[in-house]
């Protein structure tokens, strides 16, 4: 089992930044990835990016140069770290682990944090 906690999100103005958190607990040593997913109103969630426990990352199209994904490995905690704002990135920003076990594969979920981007 895994438990993501997510903070870091507000309100923004466009060119600004934010760095999004999310801290990790439980049986982590199951956990192949994780990622930030998004989801704005009236709009499927979708992949911003991924980061392997191998440290390979991984960012949609729609947001490479401005968002990076870290990891710090010693306090299981990944970061998002988003530049130039624009108000399309107006979003719920959400945690995600991919957990395995022998048991099989499932995804886990933080509560989301908003992201809010004024012109």
């Known amino acids: 089992q895994v438990q993501l906690v997510e903070s870091g999100g507000g309100l923004v103005q466009a060119g600004g930044s934010l760095r999004l958190s999310c801290a990790a607990s439980?049986?982590?040593?199951?956990?192949?990835?994780m990622g930030w997913f998004r989801q704005a109103p009236g709009k499927q969630r979708e992949l911003v990016a991924s980061?392997?426990?191998?440290?390979?990352?991984n960012y949609a199209d729609s947001v490479k140069g401005r968002f990076t994904i870290s990891r710090d490995n010693a306090e299981n905690i990944i970061y998002l770290r988003i530049n130039s704002l624009k108000p399309e990135d107006t979003a719920v920003y959400y945690c995600?682990?991919?957990?395995?076990?022998?048991?099989?594969?499932?995804?886990?979920w933080g509560q989301g944090t908003q992201v809010t981007v004024s012109s």
């Open positions: 995600n682990a991919k957990y395995s076990d022998v048991n099989g594969n499932r995804d886990y």
């Open positions: 439980g049986i982590i040593r199951s956990i192949s990835a």
């Open positions: 980061i392997t426990s191998g440290g390979t990352t």
